[in-house]
Structure formats: structure tokens, C-alpha cells
């Protein structure tokens, strides 16, 4: 028997039922598609790929996680733009971007990990906990079938809020899975049966950490770089359990307050919001090129580098860069 908050089904039917056929794990699909202003293009099959929204309507509208406290109507969209032209520009000299059309009503559609979790050519679409996203969720749809994806719905029941609570290792092996503060946990053994991958399950405990990403990040290394605190303890001790001492990046309070875990990972390349000098330091020691992008306009949102951006290319392509 499996231990508490880990999943395995290892069916092949359940893994294959979801993939388009003909289509091969590992592809995006690679039907022609049409972009928003009518060119046609392909997605890259050999390329890191991700989604970004662009951040015309974003703003602080309303509160739903600690960060937007106070923030509601303070934020500069001229400096979120060029906070964001900037993460685009550094991104695009790793990776294919793909940009999703931003949509009146939904000032959060800019931070398009919490679109869903894409792996061999499926999404599996967020199903939000709030109201004040669920908005989001038929514009994402459209963009994802246009864009050939299977499109799998987590029902409204169960909550689920995509990458931005779940997150694959770099093999692509296992996926570290979020609850307590957005996703439900029931969303878990969903995912593992769709998919037939291990799902191991993170209690979120801090209110100021209410998405994995924010506190977590697999490395392509095989490192981990997370913020304990954020955690319960049996999940601090899974942690533990599958990353040896020396794959383990421990982020101080300090560093975590700035998101540093937030951070998007194209095999040797990390871009992060800006972090201490320390772990900035023991990145590069480890072999890492340390992009930092200031995204304070973002963390009023309770926003940094990964939640701007969904990853659309598979693990093995993602991390091959």
C-alpha cells in the first residue's frame, strides 16, 4: 500500500486514453494553427515552449491571497508592462513564447501558469477556486483547442489551479502536487489517473505561499529549491525522503518573501524575481546561468517569474535546451 499523499496508477489504458491519436508523448501537437492576428504557425516540437498573457488589462482588482492586501488599484500598468517585456525578452533567447490574447474581467489572466498542467499533449484546465477567476477558464479553453491540446476538465468540485499547484520533475517522472490553500487534494489521484504518473502530495500551510510555485521548484538537475515553512511536516519530511541533502536548495524566509522559488527553469537557466546574492551564488555554483527580472509589480498581485508563464513543450524538450 502507498503511503499517505502519493499516487501511482500504473494502467496504460488510463495513461493513453487522454492523448489524441496518432500523436507521440514527448510533441506538442502539430496541426497548423491559426495565432489572434491571423498568421499561421506551428508549435515548436523541438523547443522549450511556454504561454505568456500580456499584461494590458492587468491590475489589482480584488483580494483573494494576502499579497493583494492594500494593493487593490495600486499597481502601475506601465511598470508591470515593462517588468514583463522584460521576463518576455530574456525567455524568448531560451524558449518559443506563445501568447494568449488577455480578456476584459480577468485582470489574473496574466499569470498563465494557473491556466492549467500540460503533459504529452494534454491540459488538464484549471477548475478555479475563486469566483473572481473562474472567468479565466473558457478563454484558456479556446486557446488550448485551437492550439490542438486535448483538453481534459477537473470538475468544478474539485478544485484545481493548474501549474501554479503542480509541478513535474525534470525527467518528467513525478509530479509534485499542491492542497490545503487552492488546489483540492482530491485533484491528485484525478491527475495521476489520466496520466499514470506518481502524484506526490504537499500540504500548503502559509496563506502567503498558497501556490506550490511560490514555494517549491524542481530543478533540471534533479534539485529541488523550496521554502520548508511553507510546508506541514509530514510533507517537509517527503521532501526530504525523495531529494538527498545535496539536492536540496533550502530558500530562507527572506529570499522566499521575494518569490524565489517562483522561478522559471529552461535547462541550464533560471530567470527569478531578485534574490539574495547567497542563493544567487549557490545557484551558479551549481551550474546555473541566474536571470534576475524585477517583478515587484507582480508580487502585489501575489505574482512573480513562474506564474507569468506555462510551460507548453514536454520535460525532456523543456530541459534539453
Same mark, same amino acid.
Not at 96 to 104: A, G, T
Given at each position: 500500500?502507498?503511503?499517505?499523499? &502519493?499516487?501511482?496508477?500504473?494502467? %496504460? $489504458? @488510463?495513461?493513453?486514453?487522454?492523448?489524441?491519436? #496518432?500523436?507521440?508523448?514527448?510533441t506538442?501537437?502539430?496541426?497548423t494553427?491559426?495565432?489572434?492576428?491571423?498568421?499561421?504557425?506551428?508549435?515548436s &516540437?523541438d523547443?522549450?515552449?511556454f504561454?505568456?498573457?500580456p499584461?494590458?488589462?492587468? =491590475?489589482? %482588482?480584488?483580494?483573494? %491571497?494576502? !499579497?493583494?492586501a492594500?494593493n487593490?488599484?495600486?499597481?502601475?500598468?506601465e511598470?508591470?508592462?515593462?517588468q514583463w517585456?522584460?521576463?518576455h525578452g530574456?525567455?524568448?533567447?531560451v524558449a518559443?513564447?506563445?501568447? &494568449?490574447?488577455?480578456?476584459?474581467g480577468?485582470?489574473?489572466?496574466?499569470f498563465?501558469?494557473?491556466?492549467?498542467? &500540460?503533459?504529452?499533449?494534454?491540459v488538464?484546465?484549471?477548475?478555479?477556486f475563486h469566483?473572481?477567476r473562474?472567468?479565466?477558464?473558457?478563454?484558456?479553453?479556446? !486557446?488550448?483547442?485551437? +492550439?490542438?491540446?486535448t483538453? /481534459? =476538465?477537473?470538475?468544478?468540485v474539485t478544485?484545481?489551479?493548474?501549474?501554479?499547484?503542480?509541478?513535474f520533475?525534470a525527467? #518528467?517522472?513525478?509530479?509534485?502536487?499542491? /492542497?490545503?490553500?487552492?488546489?483540492g487534494e482530491?485533484s491528485h489521484?484525478?491527475?495521476?489517473?489520466?496520466?499514470?504518473?506518481?502524484?506526490?502530495?504537499l500540504?500548503?500551510?502559509d496563506p502567503r505561499?498558497y501556490h506550490?510555485?511560490?514555494?517549491?521548484?524542481?530543478?533540471?538537475?534533479g534539485e529541488?529549491m523550496y521554502?520548508?515553512? @511553507?510546508?506541514?511536516?509530514?510533507?517537509?519530511?517527503?521532501?526530504?525522503m525523495?531529494?538527498?541533502p +545535496?539536492?536540496? *536548495?533550502v530558500?530562507?524566509e527572506a529570499d522566499?518573501l521575494?518569490f524565489?522559488? %517562483? @522561478?522559471?527553469?529552461? #535547462?541550464?537557466?533560471?530567470?527569478?524575481?531578485?534574490i539574495?546574492?547567497?542563493?544567487?551564488?549557490?545557484?551558479?555554483a551549481r551550474?546555473?546561468?541566474? *536571470?534576475?527580472?524585477?517583478l $515587484?509589480?507582480?508580487?502585489k498581485?501575489?505574482? @512573480?517569474?513562474?506564474?507569468?508563464?506555462?510551460?507548453?513543450?514536454?520535460?525532456?524538450?523543456?530541459?534539453?535546451?
Open positions: 500500500m502507498l503511503p499517505a499523499g &502519493v499516487y501511482f496508477y500504473a494502467s %496504460n $489504458t @488510463a495513461y493513453s486514453f487522454m492523448l489524441t491519436p #496518432g500523436r507521440n508523448r514527448g506538442l501537437a502539430q496541426e494553427l491559426m495565432s489572434s492576428n491571423g498568421s499561421l504557425h506551428r508549435p &516540437v523547443r522549450p515552449t504561454l505568456m498573457c499584461p494590458t488589462l492587468y =491590475d489589482v %482588482n480584488y483580494v483573494i %491571497n494576502p !499579497w493583494m492594500g487593490v488599484k495600486r499597481s502601475s500598468r511598470r508591470a508592462a515593462s517585456n522584460q521576463l530574456a525567455l524568448e533567447k518559443e513564447v506563445r501568447l &494568449v490574447d488577455p480578456q476584459p480577468s485582470p489574473d489572466m496574466v498563465t501558469a494557473n491556466a492549467g498542467l &500540460v503533459f504529452a499533449g494534454t488538464a484546465l484549471s477548475s478555479f469566483a473572481e473562474q472567468g479565466e477558464e473558457p478563454h484558456f479553453r479556446d !486557446w488550448f483547442q485551437q +492550439s490542438g491540446f483538453v /481534459h =476538465d477537473v470538475p468544478r478544485p484545481f489551479e493548474g501549474e501554479g499547484d503542480a509541478l520533475e525527467d #518528467g517522472s513525478r509530479l509534485w502536487a499542491g /492542497h490545503g490553500l487552492r488546489s482530491t489521484g484525478q491527475l495521476n489517473r489520466m496520466w499514470g504518473v506518481e502524484v506526490l502530495s500540504r500548503l500551510v505561499f506550490l510555485d511560490t514555494c517549491f521548484c524542481p530543478l533540471a538537475q529541488a521554502y520548508p515553512a @511553507a510546508f506541514d511536516d509530514a510533507s517537509r519530511r517527503r521532501i526530504e525523495h531529494f538527498s +545535496s539536492k536540496r *536548495i530558500v530562507g522566499a521575494k524565489a522559488c %517562483n @522561478a522559471v527553469n529552461v #535547462g541550464r537557466t533560471i530567470l527569478v524575481n531578485a539574495s546574492a547567497q542563493l544567487s551564488g549557490e545557484l551558479r551550474g546555473y546561468e541566474v *536571470i534576475e527580472v524585477d $515587484t509589480e507582480f508580487l498581485a501575489g505574482g @512573480a517569474a513562474k506564474c507569468l508563464v506555462l510551460r507548453l513543450s514536454e520535460m525532456d524538450v523543456t530541459h534539453g535546451a
